[in-house]
């Protein structure tokens, strides 16, 4: 996994709230088991029409948003249903932090596992940080992790919480696979034993 620090970049205004995660990534792209290639798809129903065109008027599809690193939306992002998918397509896209007043549970540790930063910010906040990334692509946001600030492309700085935990692994790349290979040595020392005093096994 890709380790976050620090992240300067484009930040796209989203301000709906209640996306979930079947807005993300429609149901009818959840075959496969691979994180890649699902970008295309992010935010499909929203971003084109029947016959597979783009929308204008939708952010993405914007010339300033294309290589937005940043998603500031309205509270209860990723709400629905559990789907891996969502931060996979989010982050396949292009996106490492989305900013929002609140999050659904699952979704928030998902995208911890997967390599995106979701800080959630009172709504006064994320006002400020919507009217911000409305600027366009001339208009960067710089996010922190180290310092846990989020900071305007005028200077503004906002504080955010984060569990130490969480963010460590952001901090450095450790996914669940990663957190297990920490402990090879550990592992590799009981599969020793355990052969030993069960040669049989």
């Known amino acids: 996994m890709d ?119 009172p709504q006064e906040q994320v006002d400020a940080l919507m009217k911000d990334a409305e600027k366009g692509a001339n208009a960067r946001m710089t996010i922190d992790l180290d310092a846990q600030t989020v900071t305007t492309s005028d200077g503004e700085s906002f504080s955010f919480e984060v569990d130490a935990f969480k963010k460590r692994c952001l901090m450095e790349g450790l996914d669940d696979i990663g957190l297990t290979m920490e402990k090879a040595g550990s592992i590799d020392r009981f599969e020793t034993q355990a052969e030993q005093a069960r040669p049989w096994v």
């Open 3 to 121: 380790k976050f620090t620090t992240l300067t970049g484009i930040a796209a205004p989203m301000p709906l709230i209640n996306i979930d995660t079947d807005m993300i990534i429609p149901k009818q792209f959840l075959k496969t088991i691979k994180r890649s290639g699902l970008g295309v798809n992010l935010f499909d129903e929203m971003r084109y029409d029947d016959d597979g065109k783009e929308i204008p008027d939708f952010v993405l599809n914007k010339d300033a948003y294309r290589e937005a690193e940043i998603l500031v939306a309205g509270e209860n992002f990723g709400c629905g249903s559990s789907r891996e998918h969502a931060p996979w397509a989010i982050k396949d896209f292009g996106i490492r932090c989305v900013i929002a007043p609140s999050f659904a549970d699952i979704f928030y540790n998902n995208c911890f596992k997967n390599g995106i930063l979701p800080i959630a910010l």
